[in-house]
């Protein structure tokens, strides 16, 4: 389990063991772990292996398993934000990553809208719940492996709605005056 004192490292080592004793082949993209200000960067950007989880630390996990079933690989990917103490504006930006991800997936369902508008609304959603969205984060197709041979893009790219296939919603939010944010993700289906 995640405890107090362990680095960015040893919680990624430990995501990984815990994907491959759950039946996970193998991982598509590295386990991503970004504690207290490193919630702000991006999945491209590198990590900080020596940071540390203090007792009011918040952190996030972003995970993409490859599971097989009956001989075809398919991906997985969500993410998720964990607060190790009781800071309320941290447990309030950790929750608003989730919100704003119910709320910007029932726009997808419910609205014929391209992807591009589709991220411009979950701007102004976020302001309404006080943060702000990440910008250039975005969502992105996932199916039968490896599913960048059918699109390497994002959602917040496409001047049309999306149809054909899973696609991950990814919400990644900042505080708006501290040095931290919250990350969620999952299927839109």
Do not use: C
Request: net charge negative; aromatic share 10%; hydrophobic share 40%.
């Amino acid at each position: 389990s995640v405890r107090v004192g362990m680095t960015e490292k040893e919680i990624s080592d430990l995501g990984a063991t815990v994907l491959k004793d759950l039946g996970a082949k193998k991982n598509w993209h590295r386990v991503v772990v970004r504690i207290d200000d490193s919630t702000l960067k991006k999945f491209s950007e590198p990590a900080d292996p020596e940071k540390r989880l203090g007792p009011e630390s918040l952190f996030f996990l972003d995970l993409g398993p490859v599971f097989e079933v009956e001989g075809i690989e398919y991906e997985g990917d969500v993410g998720e934000t964990f607060s190790m103490g009781s800071d309320p504006e941290k447990l309030r930006v950790a929750s608003a990553s989730r919100d704003l991800f119910r709320t910007v997936s029932s726009i997808w369902r419910e609205e014929s809208i391209s992807g591009a508008e589709l991220y411009a609304r979950a701007g102004r959603e976020a302001e309404k719940i006080g943060v702000v969205l990440h910008p250039g984060v975005d969502g992105h197709r996932v199916g039968d492996f490896p599913h960048q041979i059918f699109f390497r893009g994002g959602i917040g790219e496409l001047g049309f709605r999306p149809g054909a296939g899973v696609w991950i919603l990814e919400i990644q939010v900042r505080h708006p005056t501290l040095p931290y944010g919250a990350f969620f993700e999952d299927s839109l289906v």
